[in-house]
């Protein structure tokens, strides 16, 4: 079975700018988690999707959004990018919310100019 | 406000031997924690977990214990191998107030192995 998937990549983008992240959970799985990786920050929980619903959400400003599709895939969007938005964007998926294990993408390495 | 800390930043232990790797949580509601592992610029491996309802929890090498009185779980590698080098997370979930994935992780230990 295919794990997590994450496009792209590597990104890199100039401050004011917008950019999207695309997200493939494992096959079967309904529920996405998005996470945000910096040095001074750690990990951090950005918001959780479950059928199309956005079911709980991290202390973010609205320039990040997200959204999940009717076959799981969810994208996430920053707009009016900063340089603090530099970091590493991950994805964890999970069979249903609240279901015990979540397994995560490699992630999208952001780089704001 | 960190709910779940590692206080020790790094660690190195001798092939072999053992490493333990601990947290501490606040948060009474947390009922379920994980252990993952991370190489630089890829994502976390999920390697163990563990529910509230119980104290300990075994999967080959890797055993969790968890002291609910202590708000204190620590992972326990036996034996370690150079290959465990790595930055080790812990993470915990509440359910309380509706089923979720919301992960609070810990800020990590890198655990070096030494040959």
């Known amino acids: 079975k295919a794990g997590v998937t994450q496009t792209p990549r590597y990104l890199i983008k100039t401050r004011g700018q917008q950019v999207t992240l695309s997200c493939s959970p494992i096959?079967?799985?309904?529920?996405v988690s998005w996470y945000q990786q910096t040095p001074g920050q750690g990990l951090q929980f950005l918001f959780e999707y479950f059928s199309e619903t956005q079911r709980n959400k991290g202390n973010f400003p609205g320039r990040f959004s997200g959204r999940q599709f009717s076959n799981s895939r969810s994208e996430m969007n920053v707009s009016t990018l900063e340089l603090g938005d530099s970091a590493l964007y991950l994805c964890?998926?999970?069979?249903?919310?609240?279901?015990?294990?979540?397994?995560f993408g490699p992630g999208t390495r952001l780089l704001v100019l | 406000d960190q709910q779940v800390k590692q206080n020790s930043p790094s660690l190195s232990v001798q092939e072999g031997r053992i490493s333990i790797l601990n947290c501490d949580y606040t948060?009474?509601?947390?009922?379920?924690f994980l252990w993952y592992k991370k190489y630089p610029a890829e994502g976390p491996t999920f390697l163990i977990s563990?529910?509230?309802?119980?104290d300990k929890n075994e999967d080959g090498r890797f055993t969790v214990f968890l002291n609910k009185s202590a708000k204190h779980l620590s992972l326990h590698i036996v034996p370690s191998q150079p290959g465990d080098s790595a930055v080790y997370f812990c993470a915990a979930r509440t359910n309380y107030g509706g089923a979720t994935n919301k992960l609070i992780f810990g800020t990590g230990t890198l655990l070096a192995v030494q040959p």
């Open positions: 096959s079967g799985h309904r529920s």
């Open positions: 964890a998926s999970s069979f249903l919310a609240g279901w015990e294990t979540q397994y």
């Open positions: 563990i529910s509230s309802i119980k």
């Open positions: 948060n009474s509601m947390f009922d379920y």
